[in-house]
């Protein structure tokens, strides 16, 4: 079926007013929700401010990061305390082993690097046959050598 230049002209026409009839509902239903959004963020970010200042203020008291105990119930002071210093026990017998633990460890990598190492290898590959021969040029030495000449210090002249 032909359509004739007059129906092909209203289709185009139509559709480009479907067309930009959306594009302008979608416009206008960001508008609206953008204005939603900003007219609320005063009144939510008050909101959240005085949620966080009451928890902050209704928080039991805390010197370090041990657990606050609440007493609740039938217990009794003297019974948090003691479940409250038994748990610090528990943390610093907890830390020792660790420390512990790792030196342990550091005392055997170091006794097996060292028994892994020939010293009379290492000393050949190097050339040193003693530790003299090592220090026996170095350049921060405190002595003067023939090679350097004595500085002049400024300590006469007053």
Known sequence: MALNQEDRNT??????????SVVLD?????Y?????????????FLAFVKRKYKEFRS????KDISRVYVVVGYTTKKRVDEKFNAERRMMIIRRGLLVLIF????????DRLTGAINYGEVSQIFGIEEWGQVVENDPFADRTTESTPPV?????NS
């Not at 979608?26 to 960001?30: A, D, E, K, T």
Request: proline content about 4%; charged content about 20%.
């Open 26 to 30: 979608f416009l206008g239903c960001s």
């Open 103 to 110: 030196v342990l460890i550091l005392l055997i990598a170091v």
């Open 32 to 44: 609206r929700a953008t204005v939603r959004l900003i007219k609320g963020l005063p009144s939510r």
């Open 59 to 62: 928080r039991p008291k805390r």
């Open 11 to 20: 289709e185009s026409t139509s559709s480009a007013s479907n067309l930009s």
């Open 152 to 156: 002049a210090t400024e300590s006469g």
